[in-house]
């Protein structure tokens, strides 16, 4: 009795104290690409209830812009199966596909570029053990040039420490869950990171309506208006605190299963941007 007693505190002990960081390879790229990237909102078809079951990852048309008209390819193993895991990696943080050609936006390469090797290698793991779904996409036609590259090729990204600090969270809402992206106003047809990083403005029509990304800045029409839980709840269910519904494009369903300590991260980053307008 003592003994089992003994081997079932032990297995006990042993459960509680599994860290965070126990999870699996394709289990944290599970989690990225579902609740944290929300690749799929993107690359799943969606129809008027959200992502179309049984699609997921297989592709769809984006949007049409006076830039270009851009299709999410599939990224299933049925399309993308006979890729090396290098040359995944290679197409989502560099931009470049086996075949040498460049990948255009809405892609968010630039920031990808960030994500970390560990992050990159789980991805790419998760990305292998979705179904495959035979769906082909046109070609996305650009009326801009795409750049050459996004850069020279990348050897070693190091890893951000995990924990509820802003510097997690700009890891987060930069390089994974290009949250900035949406909220940054363009200048001249590119991202103005350096100025206005995070102050919102930019305007997505869809089948939401017409939209306007928030101020995510400590500006008082930004996040000041809010408390951190207020601000989480809005990302993760996608309702403000009087109750009423917000617009697409983001993804709010995405974003549902993101974890606390990390939303709340990426709370505590923006939090420490400093007030900016579009
Ligand atoms: C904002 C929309 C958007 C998001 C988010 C997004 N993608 Fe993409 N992705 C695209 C578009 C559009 C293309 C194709 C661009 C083109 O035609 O040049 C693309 C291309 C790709 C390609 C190249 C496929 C091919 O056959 O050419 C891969 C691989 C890919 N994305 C993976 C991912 C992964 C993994 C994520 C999440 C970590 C992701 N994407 C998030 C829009 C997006
Ligand atoms: C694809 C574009 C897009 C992405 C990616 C995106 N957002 Fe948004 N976000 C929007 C739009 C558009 C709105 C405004 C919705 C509305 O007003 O109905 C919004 C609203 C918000 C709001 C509400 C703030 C307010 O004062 O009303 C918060 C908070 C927010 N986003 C945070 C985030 C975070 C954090 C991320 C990343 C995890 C993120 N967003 C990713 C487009 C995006």
């Known amino acids: 009795m003592q003994q089992r007693l003994s081997s079932a505190a032990l297995a006990l002990a042993a459960f509680l104290s599994v860290p965070a960081w126990a999870e699996t390879e394709t289990e944290r790229g599970a989690y990225l690409v579902e609740h944290v990237a929300a690749c799929g909102n993107c690359h799943t078809p969606m129809g008027p209830d959200g992502p179309v079951p049984g699609t997921a990852l297989s592709g769809r048309f984006v949007i049409s812009a006076p830039p270009f008209d851009a299709w999410a390819p599939n990224i299933t193993p049925a399309a ?31 920031l990808y570029r960030e994500i970390s090797d560990r992050d990159i290698a ?3 793991a998760y990305l292998r053990t979705v179904p495959p779904v035979e769906n082909e996409t046109p070609r996305s036609v650009y ?45 001249a047809g590119h991202h103005d990171y350096a100025n206005r990083l995070g102050a919102g403005g930019r305007v997505f029509e869809g089948p939401w309506g017409v939209s306007m990304s928030a101020n995510l800045t400590s500006d008082p029409n930004g996040l000041a208006r809010w408390t951190d839980d207020e601000v989480i709840a809005m990302i993760r269910t996608g309702h403000r605190p009087d109750g009423s519904a917000m617009m697409g494009p983001m993804g709010y369903g995405f974003y549902a299963g993101m974890r606390d300590g990390d939303v709340r991260a990426i709370v505590a980053y923006l939090r420490t941007l400093p007030p900016r307008l579009p």
């Open 143 to 187: 009326r801009i040039k795409l750049p050459e590259s996004y850069g020279p090729p990348l050897t070693a990204v190091a890893e951000v420490p995990e924990g509820e600090t802003p510097e997690y969270g700009r890891y987060l809402a930069g390089p994974v869950a290009h949250c900035v992206e949406c909220h940054t106003p363009m200048e």
């Open 80 to 110: 993308i199966g006979g890729w090396t895991d290098a040359e995944i990696a290679r197409a989502i943080r560099e931009g470049v596909r086996p075949d040498g050609t460049i990948i255009g936006p809405p892609m968010p390469i630039e």
């Open 122 to 124: 789980a991805i790419v």
